[in-house]
């Protein structure tokens, strides 16, 4: 019989401790970013800005939930959470995302009051604090970059970290804009488009911890196609019954019935050991359990119908 691997792929291995090292530094100067802006938006009487440190703590909370992740992973899986501790990271993830959108609708409450009724703002105070955040969050990603080569939590921080560079440089212009002109309405107009920024990318973590706790199928995964290449794999008669799921961030599992010839245990052990190949090289899928039968079995298609085999395996118990 072949050998089989039952490591899982994600693990605290594929986060390296120089990641979360550069992590923990990007969080520390989202911080320092984040509590400048919010006296110095106080201060100045910016809504702009603090929107704009709104911005920037929802990036370093994304910043936290990765090195969160990371941690986690380390953790052994137990007889309660035999998938180990992965969602831990989601919840917190769904908490947080929740939160930034109760602070935005409050933001846009200010704003329209504002707009009706536009209040002195320092323009001054407002550019250089902006502009420090802009700098600042240029050199985190400066910083992570030499990171990011083939670590996609590192990579997906960089585009967090240029998104809030971005803001800055709005905040920046509308500080312009008042020292030129005494435009004060630019301020709450940028808080606006910001507060647009924070719910989209809200909605989308939304929109995916949802999709995660109620077992939907990966987006990442064409389910359909990964079906169709399993098929086709030597000595492989039928797929079924199969589930394909999101454990955590990244972290994918699947587990379906394999039909065979009437084989060796080893033949059949062969063909378990090139799917699992496939589907981690092909589809990132680490995680499988694949039950192998030689006798066609009472299904009603590709995809399980869990409820007809309840109501199935109830009338045999009964009889």
Request: hydrophobic share 50%.
């Amino acid at each position: 019989m072949s050998d089989h691997d039952h490591s899982h792929g994600i693990s605290a291995e594929s986060f390296s401790e120089g990641a979360a090292y550069g992590l923990m530094i990007g969080i520390g100067l989202n911080l320092v970013i984040v509590v400048v802006e919010v006296i110095a938006g106080y201060i100045a009487g910016s809504l702009g800005l603090l929107s704009d440190a709104v911005h920037n703590f929802t990036d370093m909370a994304a910043l936290g939930l990765s090195w969160f992740a990371f941690e986690q992973a380390k953790k052994p899986a137990t007889s309660i959470k035999t998938f180990g501790h992965h969602r831990t990271g989601i919840l917190t993830a769904l908490i947080n995302a929740t939160v930034m959108v109760l602070i935005t609708i409050w933001i846009f409450y200010e704003a329209y009051h504002r707009l009706l009724d536009p209040q002195p703002v320092g323009g001054l105070l407002v550019m250089v604090t902006a502009t420090v955040a802009l700098l600042a969050n240029l050199s985190i990603v400066y910083f992570l970059r030499s990171r990011a080569r083939g670590d996609i939590n590192i990579r997906s921080a960089v585009l967090h970290l240029l998104g809030d560079a971005a803001a800055s440089a709005a905040v920046v212009i509308s500080g312009l804009i008042i020292i030129a002109t005494g435009w004060y309405p630019a301020d709450p107009l940028v808080s606006v488009l910001l507060g647009l920024a924070i719910l989209w990318g809200a909605w989308k973590i939304i929109r995916e911890t949802i999709e995660i706790f109620l077992e939907e199928s990966p987006r990442a995964i064409d389910v359909d196609k990964l079906v169709e290449e399993m098929m086709q794999e030597d000595g492989v008669r039928d797929i079924h019954d199969m589930h394909v799921w999101t454990i955590g961030s990244e972290l994918y599992a699947l587990s379906c019935h394999v039909l065979v010839d009437d084989v060796k245990v080893s033949v059949s052990s062969r063909i378990i050991d090139d799917l699992k190949e496939m589907l981690a090289r092909d589809f990132s899928i680490f995680h499988s359990t694949l039950e192998v039968e030689s006798v066609p079995c009472d299904n009603s298609g590709t995809y399980c119908d869990i409820h007809n085999h309840r109501m199935k395996r109830g009338k045999t118990n009964s009889s």
